[in-house]
T-cell receptor, first 115, second 111 residues
Framework: DADVTQTPRNRITKTGKRIMLECSQTKGHDRMYWYRQDPGLGLRLIYYSFDVKDINKGEISDGYSVSRQAQAKFSLSLESAIPNQTALYFC??????????????FGPGTRLLVL | KQEVTQIPAALSVPEGENLVLNCSFTDSAIYNLQWFRQDPGKGLTSLLLIQSSQREQTSGRLNASLDKSSGRSTLYIAASQPGDSATYLCAVMGGADGLTFGKGTHLIIQP
C-alpha cells in the first residue's frame, strides 16, 4: 500500500463550489504539506503543518484553507473554486528536514479542473 | 526569497551516454536539497536527498553533488537508459517551511 494517499485522484467542479481534497499518510511523520503544480510555474507551497495544532500559510494560500484532523490526515479545501485553481495538487510528508530522514514523500496527486 | 533554477530546461541524448543536470539556488542557508523524478501525469519520486553538511550522495547510476557556498547542485546519470526519460526536479528546503522547486529538466533518452 502507498505511504501517502490522496483522494480523489481526479475532480471536475464548477466555479463557486466548495471542494475538499484529502491526504492520508502511514509514514508516521509529523510534517505535512500541500503543493500545487502548474505548467510553466512548477510546484508551489500552499500550506504546511508541523503537527495537529500547528498550521502555517505557504507562498500561495489565498483562496485555500486546511484542516489537520490527526497526525495522519491533512485536508485542503477550496472555499469557492475559481478556474485559475485548476491544477495538479500534491500532498507530501516528511520528518524533521535537518535530519537524515528529511526526505519529503509525495502522494500521487489530485488533478482538479474548475469550469 | 529563495529561487531555484534548472538548466537545461530540456535535454535529449542517445542511450548509453552519461549526462549532467544542473540546479542553482540563490540562498545558501538550506537544510537540504532533494532531486525528484516525475513521469508524465504522475507524482514525484524522491531520488536523492543531500543534507546541507554533505557534498554528495549516490544511488545506483545516480550521483548528486552539492556546493552550498556557490548555490549549486548537479545530478549525474551514468549510462543512461530509455527508462530514465522523465522530468527531473531539484528542490531545496531553505527554512522550516516547505520545499522550493525548480521548474525541472525534461529528459528524453533516445533508444
Amino acid at each position: 500500500d502507498a505511504d501517502v494517499t490522496q483522494t480523489p485522484r481526479n475532480r471536475i467542479t464548477k466555479t463557486g463550489k466548495r471542494i475538499m481534497l484529502e491526504c492520508s499518510q502511514t509514514k508516521g511523520h509529523d510534517r505535512m504539506y500541500w503543493y500545487r503544480q502548474d505548467p510553466g510555474l512548477g510546484l508551489r507551497l500552499i500550506y504546511y503543518s508541523f503537527d495537529v495544532k500547528d498550521i502555517n500559510k505557504g507562498e500561495i494560500s489565498d483562496g485555500y484553507s486546511v484542516s489537520r484532523q490527526a497526525q495522519a490526515k491533512f485536508s485542503l479545501s477550496l472555499e469557492s473554486a475559481i478556474p485559475n485553481q485548476t491544477a495538479l495538487y500534491f500532498c507530501a510528508t516528511s520528518d524533521f528536514p535537518g535530519s537524515s530522514q528529511g526526505t519529503q514523500y509525495f502522494g500521487p496527486g489530485t488533478r482538479l479542473l474548475v469550469l | 526569497k529563495q529561487e531555484v533554477t534548472q538548466i537545461p530546461a530540456a535535454l535529449s541524448v542517445p542511450e548509453g551516454e552519461n549526462l549532467v543536470l544542473n540546479c542553482s539556488f540563490t540562498d545558501s542557508a538550506i537544510y537540504n536539497l532533494q532531486w525528484f523524478r516525475q513521469d508524465p501525469g504522475k507524482g514525484l519520486t524522491s531520488l536523492l536527498l543531500i543534507q546541507s553538511s554533505q557534498r554528495e550522495q549516490t544511488s545506483g547510476r545516480l550521483n548528486a553533488s552539492l556546493d552550498k557556498s556557490s548555490g549549486r547542485s548537479t545530478l549525474y546519470i551514468a549510462a543512461s537508459q530509455p527508462g530514465d526519460s522523465a522530468t527531473y526536479l531539484c528542490a531545496v528546503m531553505g527554512g522550516a517551511d516547505g520545499l522550493t522547486f525548480g521548474k525541472g529538466t525534461h529528459l528524453i533518452i533516445q533508444p
